[in-house]
């Protein structure tokens, strides 16, 4: 049986938010500024909107990372929660690589995951809370 050796060049974690999961792997080499690939995709390419954009650099602003390889795979949810998860997951991974951060990232909010699900639908409701509209007659 063969040993599956695990690639130490990479430092993992995993981001969630609602049905969104992200895997983050911050690659250890000598980038020159940004690169943030998300599912073989441009992270400007694969989220349009600036304010995406900006939730998912927050991290790396907050302790001034500019020169920083990241690539990730998400999956599930939409895209806000898509964004929450990669922010989530990024600020985990950081962490792994220096404690001292955690200070900064929690007074942000951003090593709490947001737990909130959209809630199960009941049987004789309409969705999860709404009753059919009631008559008298």
């Known amino acids: 049986m063969a040993v599956k050796k695990e690639n130490k060049d990479y430092i993992p974690a995993v981001g ?3 049905r969104a999961i992200a895997r983050i792997r911050i690659i250890k080499d000598n980038a020159k500024g940004v690169k943030i690939t998300i599912n ?3 992270y400007k390419e694969y989220l349009p909107y600036f304010q995406w954009q900006e939730l998912v650099l927050k991290p790396l602003k907050l302790v001034g990372r500019d020169n920083i390889t990241i690539t990730i795979k998400v ?3 939409g895209f806000k929660g ?3 998860a990669i922010k989530h997951g990024i600020a985990k991974a950081l962490l792994k690589t220096d404690e001292d951060l955690r200070a900064t ?3 942000e909010g951003l090593l709490t995951r947001d737990a909130r699900k959209k809630e199960r639908k009941k ?3 309409k969705k999860a809370r709404r009753a059919p509209q009631w008559s008298k007659r």
Do not use: M, N, S
């Open 16 to 18: 969630k938010r609602k």
């Open 40 to 42: 073989d995709k441009d």
């Open 123 to 125: 049987p004789g409701l």
């Open 82 to 84: 898509q964004v929450d």
């Open 105 to 107: 990232f929690k007074k």
């Open 75 to 77: 999956e599930g949810g």
